[in-house]
């Protein structure tokens, strides 16, 4: 049974720093990506980052490029995506997905990813 459990979201000052988490497991095919998405209330989901499995690289919306880093613990199964910085329109749903790239690089498109999580929730308010 595939299951994706995100974890790290909250409540945080803007400025402030979270590190979100995306363990994936139970899956019999391969898969070759893993992004974090976000949805904020009214507004439609966007991706964020996402890491390729078979070569680490990665990809960062404009929106997270200089803030957010995404990496990997291959011993734990887990990606992780680092947000500093964080800033008042960065509240949104976060989810993790996992799937495969179209080209050589992973991307924000939605299409290229299968399995989605239930999202965990960061909020920055002072």
């Known amino acids: 049974q595939v299951q994706i459990a995100e974890s790290g979201g909250g409540l945080v000052q803007p400025g402030g720093s979270l590190r979100l988490s995306c363990t994936a497991s139970?899956?019999?095919?391969?898969?070759?990506?893993i992004g974090w998405f976000r949805q904020a209330p009214g507004k439609e989901r966007e991706g964020v980052s996402c890491?390729?499995?078979?070569?680490?690289?990665?990809y960062h919306a404009d929106s997270a490029k200089g803030r957010f880093t995404i990496f990997r613990d291959n011993a734990k199964n887990t990606v992780y995506l680092q947000m500093n910085s964080l800033k008042p329109e960065d509240t949104s749903v976060y989810y993790c997905?996992?799937?495969?790239?179209?080209?050589?690089?992973?991307?924000?498109?939605?299409?290229?990813?299968?399995?989605w999580g239930q999202g965990t929730q960061v909020t920055v308010s002072s």
């Open positions: 997905a996992v799937g495969t790239p179209y080209g050589a690089q992973c991307t924000a498109f939605e299409g290229e990813y299968d399995y």
């Open positions: 139970g899956f019999t095919l391969d898969y070759d990506a």
């Open positions: 890491i390729r499995i078979s070569d680490s690289s990665t």
